[in-house]
């Protein structure tokens, strides 16, 4: 178990599988969700505000344009959030561009809740480590 849970921000166009996932990372103890919205300017507005620690997204296939300005969206107004971008590998972004359009960690489209929640574990034990190496940082 982690020291203290990370908040999660879901922002899946997919209703269905963004509530199966919210009911799945709630019954894990490491996990705590923030919120959850269709992959819009609501998403980008509560992402910003609440200040997740891994925001994980999901568009439809045919709105992975939409994901790439949500991204680059959340760099600028909440820099520290990581972002689990589930996207085809087709459509991700070919060259980034300082920065704002990339996410800490890509997964396929299709991949399964299971995938996504290791995923998000694994992001959530590097945050971890993060801090604990911060901590130890003399004059940190």
């Known amino acids: 178990m982690l020291a203290a849970p990370t908040s999660l921000y879901l922002g899946m166009d997919g209703r269905s599988r963004r509530l199966r996932l919210a009911q799945l990372v709630a019954l894990h ?47 600028r107004g909440s820099p520290e959030t990581r972002i689990l971008a589930l996207v085809d590998p087709d459509e991700r972004p070919g060259t980034l561009l300082a920065g704002e359009v990339s996410a800490a960690r890509f997964l396929a489209e299709a991949a399964s809740l299971d995938e996504v929640l290791r995923a998000v574990l694994d992001l959530a034990r590097a945050r971890r480590a993060r801090e604990t190496a911060r901590r130890r940082r003399p004059g940190a």
């Open 29 to 75: 103890p490491d996990l705590r969700v923030l919120g959850h919205a269709a992959v819009d300017q609501s998403c980008l507005r509560a992402t910003i505000a609440r200040r997740p620690d891994v925001l994980v997204l999901a568009p439809a296939a045919d709105r992975a344009a939409a994901a790439m300005h949500l991204i680059a969206g959340v760099r």
